[in-house]
T-cell receptor, first 115, second 113 residues
Framework: QQQVKQSPQSLIVQKGGISIINCAYENTAFDYFPWYQQFPGKGPALLIAIRPDVSEKKEGRFTISFNKSAKQFSLHIMDSQPGDSATYFC??????????????FGQGTILTVHP | DGGITQSPKYLFRKEGQNVTLSCEQNLNHDAMYWYRQDPGQGLRLIYYSQIVNDFQKGDIAEGYSVSREKKESFPLTVTSAQKNPTAFYLC????????????FGQGTRLTVV
């Protein structure tokens, strides 16, 4: 019940295209859903995050869509650029209870944006 | 500059030896975490600590040990009991249980030969 399932494992898009990564979760106690971006040999960095009281959050070219009833959320990268090529992780956690800020991560998506 | 410092960046050890990975933060965060990253498996939680002198096992704690004697420091020891220790290890911290944004270090790549 703690799992977060992420798809696809890898994604190739052309420059200027839209990249879409999907995640699904089971634990209804999750109330914080961040996306992390990781470049090779580096630690992940927070990209954007959402809480379940909103269905969408946009920051620049990055948008999270959240569907509470389906227990799914997705990351959309508009006008994808070669510099966006990285591994993306979705994650989830609950502020209280046994989850206490512990992030449960998806398996990761390797995004390659061709120029 | 505030942040999380992991050292060393690369570490090579012989099979059967214990090895300790360092993690220091100057963000004044209460909570600290250790994750292990393997290709295609995302990040898996090894241990976490909410306050000084307290820590809890994560999902894959077997073969690892930690200590939290100071707020700034959360070292991880990979013991000889860990069957597959070669991996990329990431340390993270967050302010408290009311703020779940986590900040990560740059990682330590451990190779056991």
């Amino acid at each position: 019940q703690q799992q977060v399932k992420q798809s696809p494992q890898s994604l190739i898009v052309q420059k200027g295209g839209i990249s879409i990564i999907n995640c699904a979760y089971e634990n209804t106690a999750f109330d914080y859903f961040p996306w992390y971006q990781q470049f090779p040999g580096k630690g992940p960095a927070l990209l954007i995050a959402i809480r379940p009281d909103v269905s969408e959050k946009k920051e620049g070219r990055f948008t999270i869509s959240f569907n509470k009833s389906a227990k799914q959320f997705s990351l959309h990268i508009m006008d994808s650029q070669p510099g966006d090529s990285a591994t993306y992780f979705c994650a989830a956690t609950a502020a209280g209870g046994t989850s206490y800020g512990k992030l449960t991560f998806g398996q990761g998506t390797i995004l390659t944006v061709h120029p | 500059d505030g942040g999380i410092t992991q050292s060393p960046k690369y570490l090579f050890r012989k099979e059967g030896q214990n090895v300790t990975l360092s993690c220091e933060q100057n963000l004044n965060h209460d909570a600290m975490y250790w994750y292990r990253q393997d290709p295609g498996q995302g990040l898996r939680l090894i241990y976490y600590s909410q306050i000084v002198n307290d820590f809890q096992k994560g999902d894959i704690a077997e073969g690892y040990s930690v200590s939290r004697e100071k707020k700034e420091s959360f070292p991880l020891t990979v013991t000889s009991a860990q069957k597959n220790p070669t991996a990329f290890y990431l340390c993270a911290s967050s302010i408290s249980n009311m703020n779940t944004e986590a900040f990560f270090g740059q990682g330590t790549r451990l190779t056991v030969v």
